[in-house]
Nanobody, 122 residues
Framework: HVFLDESGGGSVQAGGSLTLSCVAS?????IAWFRQAPGKDREGVACISTTLGDRTYYADNVKGRFTISHEHAKNTVYLQMNSLTPDDTAMYFC?????????????????WGPGTQVTVSS
């Protein structure tokens, strides 16, 4: 089993920035960030392949604003979030898997962190 632990959430004003961190206790092939707002489905935000040259994937609604990166020495994945809007308010989760497939399919991830809350005020 791989344990994941997120940190870095908080409250910011619109236009602000936050950086989330996800520390993994073991090796995975992919680590992704998902988010879930109250009353909405969990949606994929970004993903990085930790074994295939750090290939990255983004949801259309965060492209150009969010950047996912991987620090191999610390087995930590970061999500740099800029130009935040109230629509980005959600609980953010990191997830890991050792399979291939649609990066944005939450059901394909085996390992999940407990989540960190991001709140963006207007």
């Amino acid at each position: 089993h791989v344990f994941l632990d997120e940190s870095g959430g908080g409250s910011v004003q619109a236009g602000g920035s936050l950086t989330l961190s996800c520390v993994a206790s073991g090796a995975t092939w992919y680590i992704a960030w998902f988010r879930q707002a109250p009353g909405k489905d969990r949606e994929g935000v970004a993903c990085i392949s930790t074994t295939l040259g750090d290939r990255t994937y983004y949801a259309d609604n965060v492209k150009g604003r969010f950047t996912i990166s991987h620090e191999h020495a610390k087995n930590t994945v970061y999500l740099q979030m800029n130009s935040l809007t109230p629509d980005d308010t959600a609980m953010y989760f990191c997830a890991g898997r050792r399979t291939v497939g649609d990066w944005s399919a939450a059901s394909s991830y085996n390992y999940w962190g407990p989540g960190t809350q991001v709140t963006v005020s207007s």
